[in-house]
């Protein structure tokens, strides 16, 4: 099994734990404020009422009045191709992270049927709605759960109320928010994701992983959104490139725990572009016969060459047999290791040390 690495992502990590670092030594000031109630004097703007305005007098509501104390702990955008290593970059900070984050909140898109609030109700799945101080009914919206009142709130008031949940759940901090795949979210999401980067003193370290926005379900939404983000003061902005031929190399030299065939290498990187998750796959789909595949010994030696980068001529010539019967021993390899190329075979060899139980000549 290929060892979690952080092969060419060294300096985005770094980066990011450094972040979390300045967060947790300078913890922002939390904002308190007495909650209004329906039905007070005070009472609550216009559009926090429900539209079907029914709320009891002593029901709970939000305030969501603004002080010009400075916003969020910080904020990382992560972006890259699918299977860039995104989200693997994200768990390994937060492993890193020291102190540990007294709260970490993670939701991300639904791959089917996106519905409002989609990344809300992913953070909400499974935990206590004790504490957030917000009616319950909006609790059941914001948490797509089935008992959800017919009634609807207005978009402003619910967007409102979503901030003041996550508040909640973040508490006094230090928090770190976590935002997969902003790309594929739905509108309403969007919209308090960008709300969360403004909102003052939360206490938290925001750190959002996308595509970018052409490949995004709402390009335009997703690019606004993006822009929010990376806009705000000492915003983070991080893109993953595909690993180099060189980072390839390390990476499987930690996989295996031994130097790779230079050839091995060049078709490994060929094979999946770079990309750590393409990598991930073959590595982890390598062929491990079990019980262990029974090679003969010529086998061993024509594997051997294979490994060592050798076509079927240059087989044939170095163990004094003909082409034909090269032929034979490589299909006969390809089917005893379970491989579907040449490649795979190779990075099978390497593995079990073929080359070192025979001598090529």
Not at 174 to 180: D, G, L, R, S, Y
Not at 206 to 225: N, Q, Y
Not at 264 to 275: D, K
């Amino acid at each position: 099994m290929m060892p979690v690495s952080m092969v060419g992502r060294v300096g985005e990590l770094a980066e990011l734990t450094r972040a979390w670092t300045r967060l947790a030594s300078s913890p922002v000031d939390s904002l308190v404020h007495p909650p209004l109630v329906a039905g007070s004097p005070a009472g609550a703007p216009p559009d926090l009422a429900p539209v079907a305005a029914d709320a009891a007098p002593g029901t709970p509501v939000p305030d969501f009045a603004h002080s010009g104390a400075a916003g969020m702990g910080g904020i990382a955008v992560i972006t890259g191709d699918a299977g860039a290593g995104k989200s693997l970059l994200v768990r390994c900070a937060i492993d890193a992270m020291r102190p540990r984050p007294a709260t970490v909140l993670s939701g991300g898109a639904r791959v089917h049927s996106p519905a409002p609030y989609d990344w809300l109700a992913a953070v909400l799945s499974g935990r206590p709605a004790v504490g957030l101080d917000i009616p319950p009914d909006a609790v059941a919206w914001l948490a797509q759960q089935p008992s959800a009142p017919t009634r609807r709130y207005a978009p402003g008031a619910l967007l409102r109320l979503a901030v003041q949940a996550v508040r909640a759940l973040a508490g006094a901090g230090p928090a770190v928010i976590v935002v997969e795949d902003l790309h594929a979210l739905d509108p309403a999401s969007l919209n308090l994701i960008g709300e969360l980067a403004a909102t003052p003193n939360l206490p938290a370290l925001l750190l959002v992983t996308s595509r970018l926005p052409e490949e995004a379900v709402s390009p335009a939404l997703v690019a606004r959104t993006l822009a929010r983000l990376t806009g705000a003061p000492d915003a983070i902005r991080q893109h993953l490139h595909p690993l180099t031929e060189s980072e390839v190399s390390l990476l499987l030299g930690q996989a295996y725990g031994t130097p790779v065939a230079p050839h091995v290498i060049e078709a490994a990187y060929t094979s999946t572009g770079g990309n750590p998750y393409r990598l991930t796959e073959l590595l982890a789909t390598e062929p491990r016969p079990e019980p262990p595949a029974q090679l003969t010994a010529r086998e061993i030696e024509v594997l051997a060459c294979l490994a060592a980068g050798m076509s079927n001529k240059q087989v044939a010539r170095s163990l004094g047999i003909s082409i034909r019967t090269v032929t034979v021993h490589v299909s006969n390899l390809l089917r005893k290791t379970r491989s579907s190329s040449r490649t795979e075979a190779a990075l099978w060899a390497v593995r079990h040390q073929v080359a070192d139980q025979s001598r090529v000549s």
